[in-house]
């Protein structure tokens, strides 16, 4: 197991910032997930750390060892790649032998090992197989055994599933995470899925402008986010305006165009302060000032948008029972525990 | 008109042009090499095997045929060795250059080969640029030989087949994923190793390719083993020219023809077999 971190890491291709001094600590055996849209320098980020680039400023630790310096052979990293990457005039067990030919391991190891990473990730049997006769799913398979059978000190991989259908996209994510686990291998996750780096991580990285934008478990990144930017890219939100009218000893009273509710945490008097509320936070009810202006169904929730006395359109999401019709009267019911002070 | 008509219908006008200018042509040749020679006249009534009996019976056809094929074989290597790199640059290579940078592999092609195999005799000619150059500097006493012999055939053939080999392996290099390479890196080979392990492997379908259009281009080339190599150094197509055109050996000539292109083939297949990939997908 392998401590990461990064200090200052800094990447410029011509006057683009990719990688803006980024600072980060991953503990041993932790997932963490580097989360933004596209070209936030999150794939820079995880591309420095194999060494396929170089940095421009900063250092990467590992253990403490500065390894900015060394060339990507030299790492001792694993890395599955978005396409995978499997090397197509190779076998599976070509593939998986790979990594262990160029740590010159004896022949009677290579054979063992390769046997055990198949039997790890479920694919007895298969080692005489060409990639190309593989389905997407056991060539995903294929590609992290190929970066676990070297054993690494740690585990880099690329937006994995995003070349897979849904369905097995959800089992490959419990998959990955309970091979990690297994495993214990210090991972670090590129993805610019929200829900896959918060099902799957310890830690997730939100990223924005090659610049870090809040570190966070889970449940941090998506109850409390740090910025309006945050609370957009993780999920929907609907942000609205409070006034603080009253500091309590428990906390303040802000006054809202849903109401009044008391929060905790300190604010002045007479503040302007913005207020993040997922759309499964705010429950209808019938009979009401506000009008039901869209519903989409979509299997287990129903989706609605939802107009208020004010004239706001705001998000909410519920169960299909009781169901609710385009023009129905409703009144909002906010789960005031649920409301965030965006910075 | 059936839904299926249609892929057959447009293959039709390809299917005619072949039939009329290669298939009857081909089938009149075959008929041609059984005749009986001719005093006089191309050839007489009757049919024999013997032609082919003739050119396996002397031994200078059969040198001469042993030439072809070596040429040709040494004229693909060359072509491979100098190809590669460049083929390899040009895939790899970014830039504004890369435009003018294919343009210049394909010059050979641009130039009619007349005029290509004169540039060449003037450079090469005992009295050529490159002797007298050699011998201007004392580098050398006398001229190199580098004309009327299988060398300068070599050297020509090698420059104007040069874009057939680079081409095909340009093509596979650039359809090879470079997210393999970083792949290869990762798993502990370093930038040599990861190009002699994962590049050459997956470019070989390019260098096949290109091996066997050099290789038959080479053989059956005519203009310019004739230009280059004189009367001294005849190459197999340069006989069978003579043998049609000058004797007025139709019969002769037609069974030389047939037995260059089934040799060329059963060594073009060979040479396949050989370098069968059972990694790539059967289209």
Request: aromatic share 8%; glycine share 10%; hydrophobic share 50%.
């Amino acid at each position: 197991m392998t401590e990461v971190s990064l200090r200052r890491l800094s990447k410029q291709f011509g006057s683009f910032r990719a990688v803006d001094g980024i600072s980060l600590e991953i503990g041993h055996g932790a997932f963490v997930s580097l989360l933004g849209p596209s070209g936030c320098g999150k794939t820079t980020t995880l591309k420095l750390i194999a060494g396929f680039e170089a940095a421009d400023g900063g250092a990467i630790l590992f253990d403490g060892a500065d390894v900015a310096r060394l060339p990507a052979e030299q790492r001792d990293i694993g890395m599955v790649f978005q396409n995978y990457a499997l090397f197509p005039h190779l076998t599976v067990g070509g593939n998986l032998a790979f990594g262990l030919e160029m740590r010159k391991r004896p022949r009677e190891e290579i054979a063992r090992r390769t046997a055990e990473v198949l039997d790890m990730v479920q694919l007895q049997g298969l080692a005489g197989r060409y990639p190309r006769e593989l389905s997407g799913g056991q060539q995903q398979r294929v590609a992290l055994a190929r970066a676990l059978v070297i054993e690494p000190r740690i585990l880099l991989l690329d937006e994995p599933l995003a070349n897979l259908d849904a369905k097995l996209r959800d089992e490959m994510r419990f998959f990955i995470r309970d091979l990690q686990k297994r495993v214990g291998i210090t991972t670090i996750y590129v993805t610019h899925d929200q829900s896959e780096a918060l099902t799957m991580s310890d830690q997730v990285v939100v990223m924005f402008g090659g610049r870090i934008a809040q570190i966070g478990a889970p449940e941090d990144i998506y109850d409390r986010p740090a910025s309006r930017a945050v609370a957009d890219f993780v999920g929907r939100v609907n942000v609205i305006a409070g006034q603080v009218n009253a500091v309590e000893a428990k906390g303040y009273r802000v006054s809202t165009e849903l109401g009044d509710f008391v929060l905790t945490g300190t604010a002045r008097p007479g503040q302007t302060i913005e207020l993040a509320l997922r759309p499964e936070a705010i429950g209808l009810v019938a009979g009401g000032d506000a009008t039901v202006v869209a519903a989409a169904y979509s299997g287990g929730l129903v989706d609605y948008r939802v107009r208020t006395a004010h004239g706001r359109v705001l998000e909410a999401q519920a169960f299909p029972v009781p169901r609710f019709a385009v023009g129905d009267a409703v009144r909002l019911d906010v789960a005031a525990e649920r409301l965030w002070p965006l910075a | 008109m059936t839904r299926r008509a249609g892929p057959l219908l447009l293959i039709l006008p390809a299917a005619l042009v072949l039939t009329v200018f290669l298939l009857i042509p081909y089938f009149n040749i075959v008929l041609m090499s059984m005749r009986m020679p001719g005093n006089g006249v191309p050839y007489a009534s009757g049919w024999t095997l013997g032609n082919f009996a003739k050119f396996f019976a002397d031994p200078f056809y059969l040198e001469q045929l042993g030439n072809t094929l070596w040429i040709g074989a040494v004229t693909t290597l060359a072509c491979l060795l100098i190809g590669y790199p460049v083929a390899l640059q040009l895939a790899r290579g970014a830039g504004a250059l890369r435009g003018l940078r294919y343009g210049i592999v394909l010059t050979p092609l641009l130039v009619g080969i007349v005029i290509r195999s004169y540039g060449w005799t003037i450079l090469l000619g005992n009295n050529g640029v490159l002797n007298r150059s050699l011998v201007g500097w004392g580098l050398i006493e006398a001229p190199l030989p580098l004309m009327y012999n299988g060398l300068g055939i070599i050297i020509a053939l090698t420059h104007v087949l040069l874009p057939f080999m680079i081409l095909p392996i340009m093509g596979a290099i650039q359809g090879i994923d470079p997210a393999l390479e970083l792949a290869a890196r990762s798993l502990g080979a370093g930038r040599n190793t990861a190009f002699r392990r994962v590049v050459v492997p997956l470019s070989l379908p390019g260098i096949q390719a290109g091996c066997i259009l050099v290789f038959v281009l080479a053989i059956s080339a005519y203009v310019t083993p004739a230009l280059i190599g004189g009367l001294r150094v005849k190459t197999a197509a340069v006989s069978v020219v003579d043998a049609l055109i000058d004797s007025f050996q139709w019969p002769f000539g037609s069974a030389m023809a047939l037995i260059l292109a089934v040799i060329g083939g059963l060594v073009v297949v060979g040479f396949a077999r050989l370098t069968r990939m059972k990694w790539v997908r059967a289209r």
